[in-house]
């Protein structure tokens, strides 16, 4: 292995630690209702990928070592939103894997939380994911050294409308109901264009809302923060396409859900539209434009591997 793969590892490593330890402390095992409070649990650290956390904590840290800043406090400014992230992920997996979505029964290798706690149940662990990611990102963080108060207190009131409009009607939940409406028949089957923009909401738009609220808490101005939005962007395509070839290539056990439903469903893929090798190609795309991004602000760290890791997953 590489000396710069290593290094990736070892961040990569140490930030899901980081991320897990943070999450710990938004999620506690002893609150009340005991019960709820265990079901949230089971779905948030059933062993996800941590994707959206570590893009905000890359991103950060990407625009802290452009404008001169410290990796620590990069990392304190954008940890909150890194945990809100992930909570909100995983309240759209609970909810996606429910009877009347996509009705799964495996998820991160283990039962969905409907099959283990009841439907009703599931319905408001999703529900207290949700609310819970909004109530921490309105309260942390509270202070950061070297930021002053009011100006601390802008940030988190813009992560908070951006990653609301991500995960809000426009975006996931809108891409949500797309592919929903398009899966009980009752319109038009998607075309490429209709799949692509389907894709940028329900996915797209939280990976997006993830690299930029990490960067704009580090203080991106305009030009950093579009350059990260466009990275973000290529990036959740990459991830959607490979998601798509994985379906088709991957193994249950790999993948930790169960594969082949989107072909068993008849839904449109990458790999349908397209076929593997020229989904594969699209992909390969996706990431050069990722890193063309970059590259054009100045911007690296460990963004440029992040989206490699990205398209080089097996779940
Ligand atoms: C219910 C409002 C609502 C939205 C659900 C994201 C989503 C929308 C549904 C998930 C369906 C799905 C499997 C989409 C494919 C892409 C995807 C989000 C995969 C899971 O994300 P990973 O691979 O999962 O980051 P881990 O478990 O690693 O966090």
Known sequence: MSGARVHFETWLDAQRRAVDE????????????????????YSLFAGGKRLRPLLALAAAEAVAERRGGAAAQAHALAMPCACALELIHTYSLVHDDLPAMDNDVLRRGRPTAHVVYGEGL?????????TEAFAHLAAEPRTVDGVDDAELA????????LIADAAGPSGM??????????????AAPLNADGLRDMHARKTGALIRAAALSGASMAGADGALGSAIDEYAF???LAFQIV???????????????????????????YPALYGLDA?????????????????????????????????????
């Open 122 to 130: 599931a319905i408001l662990v999703g529900d207290a994911l949700l």
């Open 234 to 236: 290529h990036v959740g």
């Open 279 to 315: 989904s594969r190609r699209l992909a390969a795309e996706c990431i050069d434009r990722s890193l063309a991004a970059l590259e054009g602000a100045g911007l690296a760290g460990h963004l440029p591997a992040l989206a490699g890791w990205v398209v080089g997953r097996h779940s």
């Open 22 to 41: 943070a999450l710990e402390a938004v999620v506690p095992a002893h609150r009340e209702p005991a019960f709820v409070w265990e079901a949230m649990r």
């Open 243 to 269: 998601d798509d070839i994985l379906d088709v290539e991957g193994a249950s056990a790999d993948l930790g859900k169960t594969a082949g439903k989107d072909v068993a469903a008849g839904k449109p893929t």
């Open 154 to 161: 802008r940030r988190r009131i813009a992560a908070i409308r």
């Open 173 to 186: 939940v809108g891409g949500q109901a797309i592919d929903l409406r398009a899966a009980g028949g009752n």
